[in-house]
């Protein structure tokens, strides 16, 4: 192990980009461990989790995972369930959850939120609290004083100002002088019987217990209120083992249209998580994609300069998705985003040895060569420097295909140049003769 660091209380800093830091919470931790090599790690990860499955923290949720590029998702398999009321979305979030547990690919489902707590609550008496002789600002005051403390000033240490905070303890001891951060009170549990017990000093001088200035009762709130565009929501949460998450989110939203026909009026289902993050990367791609397809056409056919010779261009571009497809198979890589950014290149690179091929042909037919010959000598003139072109680049994608973020587009490009150069230099010449209806040519007695 090269390094670690731990973070109790809240998310470590953003020190990676795919990372959205934690929300303060005090029964969270994260641990960051840096291994000496991916060997080291994946054992690491193995024996992490052996511990895990073994039982020996059964009181917390333990997940132990590599750090993830792309969008900041934290569950892989996530579903919201939006609407007004808490009680209600708790209910069906419920009900979500047991869906998403009855699939076999699904680890550790859960809500993000929803578990109540309980709270103590002091109810006033304004007309006994007037005849105390205190006000609720007075009241609310000496009650933070006893239990949270006041800031009093600031002490210079090091390189830096800490807090002076005054707490007065609940038994109405000495005060004591804490720096920011410390716990309240003794330490003891706070108890609705330890609440009615705290002092109260009023204007003339007099000690009075709390229970005197109102009624303390025990209620239940909710501890978290997360919202999404402004609305309630309550995330139900899942671990992916053993397929993609977008296969298994696809799966669990068919599963769900039961529970999402029967929803009332004012409340829905949405789905996030990996899924919802490689929409909004698609989104953007699809913006800019009308503008980047005219462009291109624009381009083919000032070059070609006729709709024919343009189609014939275009109709090469997909033939890149059968190397890429054997290739991502034989790595066993997904098709991600990257996958999907290395997709569209190819398509270019493919239309540019098209091109070539095509302006060989009409170059050819200006010499002079009929059609069939034309044909042929331009795929013979032209197959040396488009394979070498390909052998090039498929030689300076190799080094990308040991990481972990280009890795998929390495592999898409090696796959889709070897495979689909090979293939253009047999597509193209077929599809110009058929497109034209090139016959070949008898050979005539001189040739013989």
């Known amino acids: 192990m090269r390094s670690s660091a731990a973070d109790l209380g809240a998310g470590a800093p953003r020190f990676f980009l795919a990372l959205n830091p934690e929300f303060p919470n005090p029964a969270f931790a994260k641990l960051i461990v840096v291994a000496e090599g991916s060997t080291e790690r994946d054992a690491l990860i193995a024996q992490l989790q052996s511990h895990v499955e073994a039982g020996e923290f059964p009181e917390a949720r333990v997940r132990v995972h590599t750090l993830l590029y792309g969008p900041p998702v934290i569950w892989p398999v996530t579903f919201r369930v939006v609407g007004p009321d808490p009680l209600v979305l708790r209910r069906i979030a419920e009900q979500v959850r047991e869906v998403v547990a009855a699939n076999p690919n699904a680890v550790d489902p859960h809500l993000d939120w929803g578990e109540r707590v309980p709270v103590v609550r002091l109810a006033l008496d304004p007309e006994r609290l007037r005849l105390i002789g205190l006000t609720p600002r007075e009241l609310a005051g000496q009650l933070e004083y006893q239990l949270s403390g006041l800031p009093a000033t600031e002490i210079r240490e090091d390189i830096r100002n800490v807090q002076l905070i ?22 003891a549990a706070i108890t609705p019987t330890s609440l009615a017990g705290i002092n109260l000093k009023t204007l003339d001088g007099r000690t009075i217990p709390l229970e005197q200035a109102g009624e303390l009762m025990i209620a239940f709130e909710d501890p978290v209120l997360k919202r999404y565009n402004r609305e309630p929501f309550i995330a139900v949460q899942s671990e992916v083992q053993g397929a993609q998450p977008p296969n298994v989110t696809e799966a669990i939203w068919a599963e769900l249209q039961g529970l999402i026909a029967e929803l009332p009026p004012e409340y829905r289902i949405d789905i996030g998580g990996a899924v919802e ?7 953007s791609i699809q913006r800019v994609q009308p503008i980047m397809l005219a462009l291109m056409l624009i381009v083919i056919m000032l070059q070609m300069r006729s709709f024919s010779g343009t189609l014939m261009v275009v109709a090469t571009a997909p033939l890149g998705v059968i190397g890429a497809t054997l290739a991502l198979l034989i790595a066993d890589r997904p098709f991600g985003f990257v996958a999907l950014l290395g997709l569209i290149g190819l398509a270019g690179i493919l239309m540019r040895n098209t091109l ?6 009409e170059d050819n037919l200006h010499q002079g060569l009929e059609r069939s010959a034309a044909v042929v000598e331009a795929t013979v003139q032209r197959a040396r420097p488009v394979v070498l072109t390909a052998a090039a680049a498929v030689f300076a994608f190799i080094p990308l295909t040991t990481d972990t973020f280009w890795g998929p587009l390495a592999f898409v490009l090696i796959g889709g140049v070897l495979v689909g150069t090979l293939i253009t230099l047999l597509f193209l010449p077929a599809l110009y003769a058929l497109w034209f209806r090139v016959r070949l040519s008898a050979p005539s007695i001189s040739d013989v």
């Open 166 to 187: 005054l707490r007065g303890l609940a038994d109405d001891g000495p005060a004591s002088a804490d720096g920011a951060g410390a716990g309240a009170g003794s330490g």
């Open 277 to 283: 993050q490689s929409g909004k990367a698609d989104a």
């Open 356 to 361: 070539i091929l095509a302006n060989q042909i």
